[in-house]
Structure formats: structure tokens, C-alpha cells
């Protein structure tokens, strides 16, 4: 235990993953096949983190109502099962920061809205599974986020309480499933954020402008030494 944290839990994409190119390729690949012009990756970058069903919607112009939707969701969603782990990247400052939590006996793990089916595929891939203390999808509960349940089993899974244990996201549901969980939050700047969001209407703890800021954060809260 380090002076009052045991344990990080981060979102997945925007937060601990770069994860926008690969659903970037997979969406205008979509596009390509549907005669529409592609999108940037700046406009993915906005989206990505409202799910496949936005992205689609966000790409295509349509609303979940629209008689095309099912079909491309569908088609969207198989593509991207075939092309996770091609172009993502842990965020700059990830590895380092993980690497230092590991050397000083805080664990770290994975709450996200993301499937399993998804999710493991591409820890995986990165060589992230192994290491995580514990990954929580929706597919393992009942409630997901905002509510606080995902990040209860987590702290149960690592033997952890929410009071010693800070929660890292990039979407306002992040921020208040941590907040309901009665853990200390970070708001990811860096994430997935639409450019009209009021960021400090999440009411986070802390911000960070990049990852390599969260670091010397903890180290400043908890009084953590090299």
C-alpha cells in the first residue's frame, strides 16, 4: 500500500488506448464500400468514445432509426473484430506510467463499456492482459457505466477498496461512475471529447492534459517516491 493508493483503474479507449486509427480504417472502409466520402481521423477522434452506434451514426448522417442502420452497425462491428490491434498504441506516457505502478506495488486494471469480445482481443494483443490486475467489460455486469458496479467488481477483484483506489477517464460517465464509487477521478483531457464539451462540468478531482501528466500527479497526491 502507498500512502492511501492501492490501485488505478483506467477506461480503455481514449484513456489507456489509442484505439481512434483502427476504428478510423474500419469506418471508412465502410464508407469506401457505400460510395460516401471518407472522415478524418480528427472527426473519429471526436466519437470513438459513444460507441460503435455513434460512430456509425456520426459517419453515416443517420439516426439508430434509419432502415440502414442495423446493416452497417453489423458490418462495422465485423470489420473491426479483424483489425483491433493493427494501428492502436497505448497513449504516450502509458507504458512508463504503468511500468512505474507495477515497480512500486500498485495495481492497475480496466473498466470499460467496451465487450469482452473486443476488449481481450486487443489487451492481448498489446501485451496488456497479463499484467492487468483486473479488466471489467460489460459483458460482467449488470449495470454499466455511469453506475459504480463495474468498479466495485473491480476493487473486489483486486482486493482493493474504492477509497484507495483512482479512476482515470475521458467521457463524463467515467468521471461520475468514479465519483458514485466514492473514488478519487482524473479526467483524461487527452481522450475522446467532442470539441463542444465542458470538461469541468464532469466535476473530476483532477485533469490532465496529457498521460505523462498522470505520474507526476500521483506521485504529488500520494507522496510517492522514485
Request: aromatic content about 8%; charged content about 25%.
Amino acid at each position: 500500500m502507498k500512502d492511501g493508493l492501492d490501485a488505478v483503474l483506467f477506461d480503455l479507449d481514449g484513456t489507456l488506448l489509442d484505439t481512434a486509427p483502427d476504428f478510423h480504417w474500419v469506418i471508412n472502409q465502410l464508407l469506401l464500400e457505400e460510395g460516401r466520402p471518407a472522415v478524418s481521423l480528427e472527426f473519429m477522434r471526436e466519437h470513438v468514445s459513444n460507441g460503435a452506434r455513434a460512430m456509425v451514426c456520426a459517419a453515416f448522417e443517420i439516426t439508430i432509426d434509419d432502415p440502414d442502420f442495423g446493416s452497417l452497425h453489423q458490418r462495422m462491428l465485423d470489420k473491426y473484430v479483424e483489425h483491433l490491434d493493427v494501428d492502436t498504441v497505448p497513449f504516450h506516457g502509458i507504458q512508463d506510467l504503468l511500468g512505474w505502478l507495477e515497480e512500486n506495488g500498485i495495481l492497475w486494471g480496466i473498466v470499460t463499456n467496451k465487450p469482452e469480445r473486443y476488449t481481450v482481443p486487443v489487451m492481448h494483443g498489446l501485451k496488456l492482459q497479463q499484467r492487468a490486475a483486473s479488466i471489467v467489460c460489460p459483458d460482467h455486469v449488470s449495470e454499466t457505466k455511469p453506475h459504480p458496479e463495474p468498479l466495485f467488481l473491480a476493487c473486489n477483484q483486486m482486493q482493493c477498496t474504492p477509497e484507495r483506489t483512482l479512476y482515470v477517464g475521458d467521457h463524463c460517465r467515467d468521471i461520475e461512475s468514479g465519483r458514485r464509487a466514492g473514488m478519487v477521478t482524473i479526467g483524461a483531457l487527452y481522450g475522446y471529447i467532442d470539441k463542444d464539451t465542458d470538461t469541468q462540468a464532469w466535476q473530476a478531482d483532477h485533469y490532465v492534459d496529457c498521460a505523462s501528466e498522470i505520474r507526476p500527479l500521483l506521485q504529488s497526491l500520494y507522496a510517492i517516491q522514485d
